[in-house]
């Protein structure tokens, strides 16, 4: 089984950045593709970014130009580098795991909460 464990979330005024850490307890090698999620309140969850093991990466229209998903393969760590903050990306941030190889299984962290205000 595969987990996850986010963390660097917290409050950040608007045009701030942020960091987002994604610690998997194994190797994200052996997973298609990582991602990040987010969902605020009485919205529906939304995916933000994504990786493939390969180094692909796409991004959700909101967020291109302004957030960076990267990753440290030794570390088994994948980051979201957030820039120019709005208060619209306010929201719970929780990594995603699909799929990994072995299992065709796919996991999610318990999630981190950025707040953008002023």
């Known amino acids: 089984q595969v987990q996850l464990v986010e963390s660097g979330g917290g409050l950040v005024q608007p045009g701030g950045s942020l960091r987002l850490s994604c610690a998997a307890s194994?190797?994200?090698?052996?997973?298609?593709?990582m991602a990040w999620y987010r969902q605020a309140p009485g919205k529906e969850r939304e995916l933000v970014a994504t990786?493939?093991?390969?180094?692909?990466?796409n991004y959700a229209v909101s967020v291109k130009g302004r957030f960076t998903i990267s990753r440290d393969n030794a570390k088994n760590t994948v980051y979201l580098q957030m820039n120019s903050l709005k208060p619209e990306d306010t929201a719970v941030y929780y990594c995603?795991?699909?799929?990994?190889?072995?299992?065709?299984?796919?996991?999610w962290g318990k999630g981190t909460l950025v707040t953008v205000s002023s």
């Open positions: 194994i190797s994200i090698l052996r997973i298609v593709s």
């Open positions: 995603n795991a699909d799929r990994d190889a072995d299992y065709g299984r796919t996991y």
């Open positions: 990786m493939t093991s390969r180094g692909t990466t």
